[in-house]
């Protein structure tokens, strides 16, 4: 596991491949199975490698049930009270971000 920290290089390709699995979840968003299969696979990369997930994937899918959001089909995007409500459709879960002035 140390190996892991020390390589900054090995960051690096963990990062390249979480992006290019959310490339290939987006090309695939029609089809459930195989884009909730991309975002497993990335957060697995993640976690194996202490990562945090970079901040452009983390609204793209379910922190609770871990569905890849297509909105409109399992996510409803709703502004209120200055705030960002996302329903996951799957799971119910809620997330509410402030929007910054
Ligand atoms: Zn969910």
């Known amino acids: 596991m140390t190996q892991h920290r020390k ?13 290019i699995l959310f490339d ?10 195989f884009a909730n299969r991309y975002v497993m696979l ?3 990369i993640a976690m194996c490698r202490r990562l945090r997930m970079p901040r452009v994937y983390r609204r793209f899918f379910c922190h609770s049930c871990h569905v890849y959001f297509v909105p409109g089909n399992n996510l409803r995007v709703r502004v209120q009270h200055g705030k960002v409500i996302s329903t996951c459709k799957v799971c119910g879960a809620v997330v509410r971000i402030p929007i910054k002035h």
């Open 7 to 19: 390589n900054p290089i090995a960051k690096e390709i963990a990062l390249e491949r979480i992006e």
């Open 24 to 33: 290939q979840a987006y090309n695939n968003r029609t089809d459930p199975a």
């Open 42 to 44: 990335a957060r697995e």
